[in-house]
C-alpha cells in the first residue's frame, strides 16, 4: 500500500464532514477535531464501520465564524473551539492508519476581514496587503458597478478610511482575494504545501467560480424571469462577475504545486451556469485544469426533481459529456442544501443512496445522511446562519443539526446543549440503533459501499441506460467492466413494479438490505420506492 495509502482511483467515496456538527468532545456545544478522532472508528476499520475511504472535513481554521469557518483568519491553523494543529496532525494519523484519506477545504476566494493581510491592507493603503484584495473607488459617489453578492445586496462596502470600496462576493465580512495578484497566488499555493507537508491527501476547494472575474467590471445584465425584491443575487445574469477564463490558468497553478505529492487530488466547488454558455464547456474547462488530479462536484444532483426521468435523463447526459479521462463527481447533498430525507422522503432516501453509490466516479455523502437524518427545523431567534437574513427559506442550519449518534441526551453529540438542535426523530435515527438493525439505511449504506470498494465496476466501470420510462417511474441501468456487469434497477414510483434484470441475475444489494426481492426468470418485483444492484 505504501505511505500515500490506496490511490485515489480506489477511493469508494469521499464521507463529508461539517466539524461542528459531528461530535463535541469537550462538552461545549460544538463539535471539535477531537470528536472526529474520537469516530474514526466508526468511519473505518471496525467491523461496525460505515466503511469510507476518505474524509473531507469543511473548515477548522481560525475564523471570527461570520460564515461558520467559511470566513478565514489563518489558514494554516486551528480554531482553538476546534482543537490544535496537533489534534489535526492526530486525526490524520488515525486516518492514514485505517486507510482513510483526508482532505481539507481550502478557501481561495476571499478570506475573513480578521485576516492579518486585510487588517494590514485596511491600516495602510500602500502596503503590499492592500492589492491582496479587490479595492475601487467610488464611480460618482457611489458603488463601481451592480454586482450583488451571493448572500445579498451590493458586492460592494465601502471603507470610510480609504474611500474606496472593496469587493465582496459573499458577506462583507469576506472579502474577495485578488488573484491577479502573483504574491497572492504565490501565498496561497504556500498554503497548499503547508498542509500538503502534514500529509493531507488533496483539497475540496471552495467556491471557485468567484476566483476570477470582467476586468473591466462591466455591469450585469438584469435577469427578465426575476421576479423579487430587489438587490439579490437572482435579480441579474451573473455573466461577468465570475468565471472568467483566467481562473483555469490559477486553478491550474494550483494544482502544479498538488501533483508534485504523490496520490493527491482537488475537488472544485462550482456552480455551471447557463447564461455563460452551454454548461459542457464549463465543466470541459474545469476537467481541463488537471485532468490527472482535478475534478469539479457535479451539483446538478442537488436541485433535481424526484423521478426517474429526470433523475435518469441527468446521469445519462451528463455521463454522455465526460471524456474518457474525466472522473464524475456525484452528490446530493452537502452543508448547504437540504437533507435527503427531506427532499424526497424516507423510503426514497433508500432509492438515492443506490443511486449515488453506483454511479461512476468518486461520489460524496453528506454526515448523517447515511442514518437518515432529516432537515431539522430552527426558530427565527435560534437561527445561525448569517445567510438566513436574506433568505426566505431561513439559510442552512436545517441541514447542519449535530450528528445522530445515540437515541440518549442531544443525539450522544454532546453533554452541553448542541449550537443547534437534535430533532426528536434522532431517538429511532441514529448510529447506535442503526448498527444493530440489519435493515437500516446505515445498513444499506454499509453494503453498497462495501461494493463499491470490492468491485472496481462501479467506480470505473461503463455506464449504460437500459431503461428510463417516464410512466412506469422506473430507471434501469448497467455498469459493465471487462468481465463483469451489474444492473441496477430502481423504482421511484409508490408502486409495486415489474423489472427485466434478465436471466441468471443475481441480486447483491437490495434496499431493505436484510431482506430478498423476489426474483423469477431474471423478473423482479419491486415495491414502492425499493431498488435492487444485481450480478448479470
Ligand atoms: C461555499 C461553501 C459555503 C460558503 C461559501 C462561501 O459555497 O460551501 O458554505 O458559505 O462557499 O465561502
Redesign the pocket.
Same mark, same amino acid.
Given at each position: 500500500m505504501g505511505l500515500a495509502g490506496k490511490p485515489w482511483g480506489d477511493v469508494n467515496a469521499i464521507y463529508q464532514i461539517y466539524p461542528r456538527s459531528f461530535m463535541d468532545a469537550n462538552s461545549d456545544g460544538v463539535g471539535d477535531l477531537r470528536g472526529v478522532i474520537d469516530k474514526l472508528d466508526y468511519l473505518k476499520g471496525h467491523g461496525r464501520s460505515l466503511g469510507v475511504d476518505a474524509l473531507w472535513i %469543511?473548515p477548522f481554521y481560525p475564523s471570527p465564524m461570520a *460564515? +461558520?469557518g467559511? *470566513?478565514v483568519s489563518d489558514y494554516c491553523d486551528v480554531h482553538p473551539m476546534f482543537g490544535t494543529l496537533d489534534d489535526f496532525k492526530e486525526l490524520l494519523e488515525g486516518a492514514h492508519a485505517r486507510d482513510l484519506k483526508v482532505i481539507v *477545504?481550502f478557501?481561495p &476566494? #476571499?478570506t475573513s476581514i480578521e485576516h492579518p493581510w486585510f487588517q494590514e491592507a485596511l491600516r495602510d493603503p500602500n502596503s503590499d496587503k492592500r492589492d491582496y484584495y479587490v479595492w475601487h473607488e467610488p464611480v460618482d459617489g457611489r458603488e463601481p458597478n451592480n454586482w450583488v453578492s451571493? +448572500?445579498g445586496g451590493s458586492i460592494w462596502e465601502y471603507d470610510q478610511r480609504s474611500g474606496q470600496y472593496y469587493m465582496h %462576493? +459573499?458577506?462583507k465580512e469576506?472579502p474577495d482575494l485578488n488573484w491577479e495578484n502573483p504574491r497572492l497566488r504565490a501565498e496561497m499555493k504556500r498554503i497548499l504545501t503547508f498542509w500538503l507537508d502534514l500529509g493531507v491527501d488533496g483539497f475540496r476547494v471552495? =467556491?471557485v467560480w468567484h476566483m476570477a472575474k470582467d476586468k473591466k467590471l462591466r455591469d450585469e445584465p438584469k435577469n427578465e424571469h426575476y421576479i423579487g425584491p430587489p438587490g439579490t443575487y437572482g435579480e441579474y445574469k451573473r455573466i461577468y462577475s465570475k468565471y472568467a477564463p483566467e481562473l483555469h490558468d490559477y486553478l491550474r497553478e494550483l494544482t502544479d504545486i498538488v501533483e508534485s505529492y504523490p496520490n493527491k487530488i482537488m475537488v472544485f466547488?462550482t %456552480?455551471p451556469d447557463e447564461d455563460l454558455g452551454p454548461v459542457v464547456d464549463q465543466y470541459a474547462a474545469l476537467y481541463d485544469v488537471n485532468p490527472r488530479i482535478g475534478l469539479p462536484f457535479n451539483f446538478g444532483g442537488m436541485f433535481l426533481p424526484w423521478g426517474a426521468r429526470p433523475m435518469g435523463d441527468f446521469v445519462r447526459d451528463f455521463q454522455a459529456m465526460l471524456r474518457p479521462t474525466d472522473r464524475p463527481a456525484y452528490c446530493f447533498s &452537502? #452543508?448547504?442544501q437540504p437533507r435527503i430525507v427531506s427532499r424526497f422522503g424516507r423510503r426514497q432516501s433508500r432509492v438515492v443512496a443506490m443511486l449515488l453509490l453506483t454511479l461512476p466516479g468518486l461520489p460524496t455523502v453528506y454526515y448523517g445522511d447515511e442514518v437518515g437524518m432529516e432537515n431539522v427545523p430552527v426558530s427565527p431567534h435560534a437561527m445561525q446562519d448569517p =445567510?438566513s437574513a436574506n433568505n426566505p427559506m431561513g439559510g442552512?442550519d436545517p441541514e447542519r443539526s449535530p450528528m445522530q449518534w445515540t437515541s440518549g441526551r442531544y443525539a450522544g453529540f454532546s453533554t452541553h446543549k448542541p449550537w443547534l438542535p437534535v430533532p426528536i426523530s434522532a431517538r429511532v435515527y441514529n448510529v447506535a440503533l442503526e448498527q444493530r438493525r440489519p435493515s437500516s439505511i446505515f445498513a444499506l449504506y454499509k453494503k453498497l459501499l462495501a461494493l463499491r470498494r470490492d468491485e472496481p465496476v462501479f467506480r470505473d466501470g461503463m455506464f449504460t441506460e437500459l431503461h428510463n420510462d417516464e410512466r412506469r417511474n422506473v430507471l434501469v441501468y448497467e455498469r459493465r467492466g471487462a468481465d463483469k456487469a451489474y444492473r441496477v434497477a430502481l423504482n421511484f414510483s409508490g408502486k409495486y413494479r415489474r423489472v427485466k434484470l434478465g436471466r441468471g441475475a443475481k441480486v447483491v444489494c437490495f434496499t431493505y438490505p436484510n431482506r430478498r426481492p423476489f426474483v423469477r426468470n431474471g423478473t423482479v418485483l419491486l415495491g414502492p420506492y425499493e431498488g435492487v444492484v444485481a450480478r448479470v
Open positions: %469543511s *460564515d +461558520f467559511y *470566513d *477545504d478557501v &476566494n #476571499h451571493i +448572500f %462576493s +459573499f458577506l469576506q471552495d =467556491a466547488e %456552480s &452537502n #452543508h448547504d =445567510a442552512r
